[in-house]
């Protein structure tokens, strides 16, 4: 049925990873995989998905520690982060593909789309951080243990923290983020610092295939696009807005729009 999104998890050495699939399309053309924004899960490319139906499979990864995905265990590396989505990828019988990341999801594709005899096609990053440690720490906290009191107070905490992030104030998006870091509570904690100590600056100039690099222009990231360009000049940017951290959500349409620019910029073939 087009436009369905399908729901299942692929078996991995690490456990269980959650995918949704839009597979109505095209069948001989490269999917694109999305990789979210933490502490989301998939669920953030489904309008996405609507607007790109028909055209070819579309498959979004919960990476782990979030969703319905298998957490990891501390001291797991964003390498093999993007080691476990890549072997979801071929048991899913997906061999040369496009990537999307988002946010933190932008690392992780960069890191898939550089790995030894990877058939990425062409990878968008949305809101890419590109910061050395320290700032890296400042931008990705890591997370206090959860303090569960009876007076519920860490959910009013978790709320504080996520609402300035959203410069559109739109409740349902909220609550979503809100659901998303209860989801992970337990379970984020190694995937977050594996975030941290990834410098994506190092990993941009391994990448091979075409980049584009985008953000809306009220993004906390949107600054960062510049020092995409220092690094990668060849690397293709647009600025949209306004939709803060939220631009599959929120620009939807614009979103869209850049997925089919990235796969176009792989070639006619893609």
């Known amino acids: 049925m087009s436009g369905q999104i399908l729901k299942g998890y692929v078996q ?7 995918y949704r699939e839009s597979a109505s399309g ?8 999305f990789i979210h924004r933490s502490p989301m899960s998939g669920a953030t490319f ?11 499979r579309l498959i979004a990864f919960d990476v782990p520690g979030f969703g319905q995905s298998c957490s990891v265990p501390d001291g797991t590396t964003l390498p093999q982060i993007a080691e476990i989505l890549s072997e979801a990828m ?7 593909a496009h990537l999307v990341g988002h946010h ?3 690392a992780i594709a960069a890191e898939m789309a550089a790995m030894p005899g990877n058939r990425i096609r062409s990878i968008m990053l949305d809101g890419a951080m590109i910061a050395d440690a320290d700032a890296r720490r400042s931008g990705v906290p890591a997370a206090p243990p959860p303090q569960i009191t009876r007076d519920g107070e860490y959910l009013a905490a978790a709320w504080s923290f ?8 739109e409740p349902h998006l909220v609550h979503d983020g809100l659901v998303g870091a209860l989801q992970s509570l ?6 977050m610092a594996a975030i941290r100590d990834y410098d994506l600056r190092a990993t941009l100039p391994r990448v091979s295939c075409p980049v584009l690099a985008s953000a809306a222009a009220d993004d906390v990231f949107a600054p960062h696009l510049d020092r995409v360009l220092a690094i990668r000049p ?19 349409d614009k979103f869209a729009e850049l997925v089919r620019r990235t796969v176009a910029l792989a070639g006619l073939s893609s």
Not at 12 to 18: D, F, K, M, S
Not at 186 to 191: D, K, N, S
């Open 26 to 33: 095209t069948v001989d053309l490269a999917p694109v995989v």
């Open 186 to 191: 337990f379970a984020r904690g190694p995937t």
């Open 12 to 18: 991995t050495r690490a456990g269980q990873i959650h």
């Open 234 to 252: 060849e690397t293709e940017v647009h600025r949209y807005g306004p939709a803060g951290i939220a631009s599959p959500e929120l620009q939807s």
């Open 162 to 169: 996520l609402q300035p992030y959203y410069t559109i104030f």
């Open 104 to 106: 933190s999801g932008c």
């Open 46 to 56: 489904e309008q996405v998905f609507e607007r790109l139906s028909g055209w070819r």
């Open 90 to 96: 071929s048991e899913l019988g997906i061999g040369e």
